[in-house]
């Protein structure tokens, strides 16, 4: 599946919930499949974005989502163990895994040589997971985890596409935009 | 009050209730006090970069996090320091266990602890260090004023003078 259709997908379904996305591609793709003050972009911190929505989910009552990467969570696997341990009911985590670090020349990421995510996440105590193949199996489990208790963590393989312009975003607009959305 | 008791009512006083740490010896005396205090929610993370990502998310939905951890592990934590907290401006405290002063037996501490801050004030980041507890609460106080006034992340380092550290 193309990961900005499965982002339209998400954002669908995901109403006013607070959606963390990984850095580079998926920042952008967050931003011009519709800009809102509950998207927190990321820009540089690799392997941080299913832990900054770790941090929110432990912090709110909301549902909220991570759209993170295989070669960022690579970067940080012990987050998922973390995940494991804290059991935020509340947090969804998707990974899109296009089985390579896309931006640094398409190399091949360790998923694409036998690394499993979904098993990763299940072996650290997440009981609700799934791995899935095109868009209509997204939308059937994305739905299933925005009804009922998570942890949540989809493995959502992604096929190689252009890219979309740098979205044009500032760090500190982002945080001060996100939280203020909190304040009320 | 003790040095622990000090950091614990600090935090408190600054509405700080989300920690995430990575366990130290030394440090164990006041994440053991905020284990057991309902006012805290502590997460323990597997590297210290992960628990400054964690203390972000807390904030950026509006909840005051601090992060604890030992000199080594701010080595560890320095990515997310430069691309995460600094230009997003997120005001973290971050309570660290100085290695490698007076009284260090372990030589691979040394480096990272001799370095720790000059590398914050390359990064133009303020610190603290505490030796003893005289006006600490204080300075404590006057240090988390500072750190939300200037949406940065401020070190409070804390020294073996202080909680007498790890011998051996």
Not at chain 1, 69 to 92: C, F, H, V, W
Not at chain 1, 170 to 177: A, H
Request: proline fraction near 4%.
């Amino acid at each position: 599946m193309l990961r900005f259709e499965a982002t339209q997908l998400i954002l669908k379904h995901a109403g006013d919930r607070p959606i963390v996305a990984n850095l580079g591609p998926t920042t952008d793709e967050l931003w011009h499949a519709q800009h809102r003050d509950r998207n927190f972009y990321t820009y540089g911190n690799m392997g941080l974005c299913s832990s900054l929505a770790l941090g929110m989910a432990v912090s709110t009552s909301e549902q909220v989502i991570s759209l993170d990467g295989d070669g960022s969570l690579l970067m940080n696997l012990g987050t998922i163990a973390t995940i494991g341990r804290e059991q935020p009911k509340n947090l969804i985590v998707v990974v899109w895994d296009n089985e390579m670090w896309d931006q640094t020349g398409h190399q091949q990421s360790h998923t694409a040589m036998g690394t499993d995510l979904e098993q990763v996440a299940k072996s650290c105590g997440i009981t609700h997971t799934a791995t899935v193949i095109d868009l209509e199996e997204l939308e059937t489990v994305f739905r299933t985890a925005l009804e009922g208790d998570g942890p949540w963590f989809i493995v959502a393989k992604t096929e190689q596409s252009e890219y979309m312009p740098v979205s044009p975003i500032e760090p500190e607009m982002t945080l001060y935009r996100f939280r203020n959305s909190f304040s009320s | 009050m003790n040095w622990a008791e000090i950091i614990v009512q600090a935090l408190k006083d600054w509405d700080t209730s989300l920690i995430a740490y990575v366990p130290d010896i030394s440090i164990d005396q006041v994440t053991r006090l905020i284990d057991a205090d309902p006012f805290f929610h502590l997460v323990s993370a597997t590297r210290e970069e992960e628990a400054i990502g964690i203390a972000v998310g807390a904030y950026a939905v509006g909840r005051n996090a601090a992060v604890f951890m030992q000199s080594s592990g701010f080595g560890n934590t320095l990515n997310a320091v430069t691309s995460l907290c600094i230009p997003y401006r997120t005001p973290i405290p971050m309570f660290i266990n100085m290695r490698g002063g007076p009284g260090e037996f372990n030589i691979a501490q040394v480096a990272m602890g001799r370095s720790t801050k000059p590398i914050l004030d390359l990064l133009g980041l303020v610190h603290f260090t505490f030796d003893d507890d005289h006006r600490m609460g204080e300075i404590l106080d006057g240090a988390l004023k500072l750190c939300h006034a200037g949406r940065q992340p401020v070190a409070l380092c804390l020294t073996r003078m202080l909680h007498g550290g790890k011998v051996a």
